[in-house]
């Protein structure tokens, strides 16, 4: 208990030290555009393919389940949408990112600690943990909103292709009136508000675990995993408070 | 020049540097020496501010720097360069980025300015050619030659090298330490090594200080101290049979 507490007096004390005014601007948004294309434009191909592949499984799966005259046909297609807006493109999509960004936020800092890279920074006069994390959880919260987007499509363009594929149970026409069947738009705002609170939560945690890496090369791997494991379990208590809180 | 008094430090109880007073002065190249283990780095740490001492006073020319606040700091800071023992370049910027990191943070000159001194500082380590290269793609060396142009880049008044030569073979480090030195007596500035490389100890140790379990032993320079009697120094610098053999055939001339 004692551990966790000071745990997490730590990265709150990390947080207030990180998330300050730059000391360089310049140097802030070019941090900022590297962060960006590393941590969200490289996270792009993985998340169309996943996307695709779970929006056609879901249509699919849907299908094979709710095969009952009672049931009309464009429940698939509407209860495809649901899922992929409601949970898939912002809670799973970002646990699947956890695992990408984090693990490299995580080992990116704990190297840079090992290596005395960080101690560099410091001797220099510059807040080490203001130029090396307030880009990254900016340019996360920047852009996972736009990888949950493309999800969003993907994942129903993958449902689409499914019905187009499908020998019996759906059609394209009751799949597409599915997914026009009843739309709130709020859903979408809800995804990409908890996608942002997400994006923190990744980018933070793992900022925290590779910031305080005391050891080697061991260290930095085992800080990696631990970063991966708490930025999961946090998205998951998350999405519970954040759902609570936004559609009950 | 920089002034340490009294510096004490402590890890969970353990004493780790006790009561250290010393004087680092300007244009010399000042030595910390000492088995591994007997508190150098933690000594150098606790100078550059790295770590806090539990008690004493770090002077840097009469400016205490334990009691400085941020503002008053980030000036001081500017004055410092550090040579990291694994040369701490950025891994993801290249070998002339690396050196311009510390000019784009607090130089005012313009982005041709700073790049002209990047390529200056580099020209001055012989790395002329490497500026577009990663770190991960030059040799240690290379690597250390590198920190030294990121280290001199602002033309800081304090120098501070940690191991500088670890990992080095002999005629590197030669190299190396005659940069340091060469640097050293161009700027006039106060540099500060720690070493345990003996060939260093004798070839720049203008001011020499010997650290045993935390207590400094002995000061002197690099003349002193092969003729030393001090047993902890003794058994520290002629651990080796070279180095034995160079006191014997000291002595045998001392003697003739």
Redesign the interface.
């Known amino acids: 208990m004692n551990k966790a507490l000071h745990r997490m007096g730590e990265y709150i004390l990390l947080m207030k030290k990180s998330i300050t005014l730059p ?2 601007w ?2 802030f948004f070019k941090q900022l555009v ?1 962060e960006i294309y590393k941590l969200g434009v490289d996270s792009i191909w993985i998340v169309i393919i996943i996307s695709i592949f779970i929006g056609t499984v879901i249509a699919i799966q849907i299908s094979l389940n709710i095969n009952s005259p009672l049931i009309p046909k464009f429940t698939i297609g509407y209860t495809t949408r649901e899922i992929i807006l409601l949970e898939f493109s912002s809670s799973i999509m970002c646990l699947i990112l956890a695992g990408k960004v984090g693990s490299n936020i995580a080992s990116e800092i704990g ?2 600690r090992v ?3 960080i ?2 920074i ?5 807040n080490s943990a203001n130029f090396l994390i307030l880009p990254k959880i900016t340019g996360l919260m920047l852009f996972i909103p736009v990888l949950v987007i493309f999800s969003m499509f993907t994942g129903i363009l993958g449902g689409i292709a499914a019905s187009y594929l499908a020998s019996e149970g759906m059609t394209p026409a009751s799949f597409e009136y599915g997914l026009q069947f009843y739309f709130n738009s709020f859903y979408v705002w809800y995804s990409i508000i908890k996608s942002i609170v997400y994006a923190f939560i990744i980018s933070s945690i793992s900022s925290y675990f590779g910031y305080y890496v005391k050891g080697g090369a061991l260290e930095v791997g085992k800080a990696s995993t631990n970063a991966v494991v708490m930025s999961s379990v946090m998205i998951l208590l998350a999405d519970v408070i954040l759902t609570h809180l936004m559609l009950t | 020049m920089i002034e340490i008094k009294n510096i004490t430090k402590s890890f969970d109880g353990r004493i780790v540097l006790n009561n250290i007073s010393a004087v680092f002065e300007d244009g010399k190249a000042n030595l910390i020496i000492g088995r591994s283990g007997s508190g150098k780095t933690v000594l150098i740490k606790n100078i550059i501010g790295l770590m806090i001492p539990d008690s004493g006073e770090i002077l840097y020319d009469n400016r205490n720097f334990l009691s400085m606040n941020k503002a008053e700091l980030k000036p001081l800071r500017k004055e410092m360069g550090m040579l990291f023992q694994g040369s701490a370049l950025f891994d993801s910027m290249t070998v002339l980025e690396n050196v311009l990191f510390p000019l784009d943070l607090f130089s005012k000159d313009s982005v041709r300015e700073r790049k002209k001194r990047a390529e200056f500082c580099l020209d001055r380590v012989n790395l002329s050619d490497a500026g577009h290269l990663y770190p991960s793609e030059i040799s240690g060396g290379m690597m250390k030659r590198a920190a030294i142009a990121r280290a001199i880049a602002l033309q800081p008044k304090y120098l501070f090298c940690d191991e500088p030569n670890s990992g080095l073979d002999p005629k590197t480090s030669l190299l190396i330490d005659d940069l340091i030195y060469s640097i050293t007596k161009e700027y006039n500035m106060t540099t500060v090594i720690n070493t345990h490389d003996m060939n260093s100890v004798m070839n720049i140790g203008d001011n020499i200080i010997f650290i045993q379990e935390g207590i400094m032993e002995w000061q002197g320079n690099k003349h002193e101290v092969i003729t030393s009697h001090n047993r902890a120094l003794n058994d520290f610098i002629f651990a080796s049979d070279l180095f034995r053999k160079v006191k014997d055939v000291e002595a045998s001339q001392e003697e003739g």
């Open positions: 000391d360089r310049s140097m590297r190297t840079m290596t005395e890279q101690d560099a410091e001797i220099m006069g510059v």
